[in-house]
């Protein structure tokens, strides 16, 4: 399963906790105010069409390149992605998606950053794994078509 955020919505410092050098810290309020006035740019959360747009970017870019999704969900601040392994890298498959995406929101008129840098990963080893995580997926976009404000807790 791969995650990534949309720029400025999860900060270091975040009271949800954050990753420093592979480290996973609490959160830090003088830390995250910090990297709040140090951002370049806005906070970036999706609207129902951009969320529309990010989606079918995806889903066309992974047809494109052959790559077999297995479930996918984008909220106002965040990806989830469950998908079948692929002949490239996973950081060569998340640069695509993040690029197909951004090419589309551009056109759309979004301008700025849209993407905090990174991923996160989560391997699947057994059909139990992908299971559990194609249903996470599911509930989660579930949950965040009901009700808007679930994606921006962190979930």
């Known amino acids: 399963m791969l995650t990534w ?6 900060l270091q410092g975040d009271k949800r906790g954050f990753v420093r050098d592979g480290e996973i810290l609490q959160g830090d309020e003088t830390i995250l105010e910090l990297c709040r006035k ?10 129902k069409q951009e969320k529309s747009i990010v989606e079918a970017a995806i ?12 479930a996918l969900a984008v909220c106002t601040n965040h990806i989830h992605l469950a998908a079948r392994p692929c002949d490239k890298s996973i950081e060569r498959i998340v640069s695509m998606y993040k690029s197909a995406a951004t090419r589309e929101l551009r056109c759309y008129g979004l301008t700025g950053k849209i993407w905090t840098k990174g991923f996160d990963k989560r391997f699947c080893f057994t059909q139990q794994d992908l299971y559990r995580k194609i249903t996470y997926i599911q509930n989660h976009k ?3 078509t ?3 404000v679930a994606c921006d807790e962190g979930n």
């Open 5 to 10: 955020t949309t720029y400025g919505s999860w």
């Open 146 to 148: 009901l009700s808007p």
């Open 142 to 144: 579930q949950s965040t």
């Open 38 to 47: 140090l951002q370049k740019g806005p906070t970036v959360k999706f609207t």
């Open 59 to 70: 889903l066309n870019e992974a047809e494109r390149i052959g790559h077999k999704t297995e």
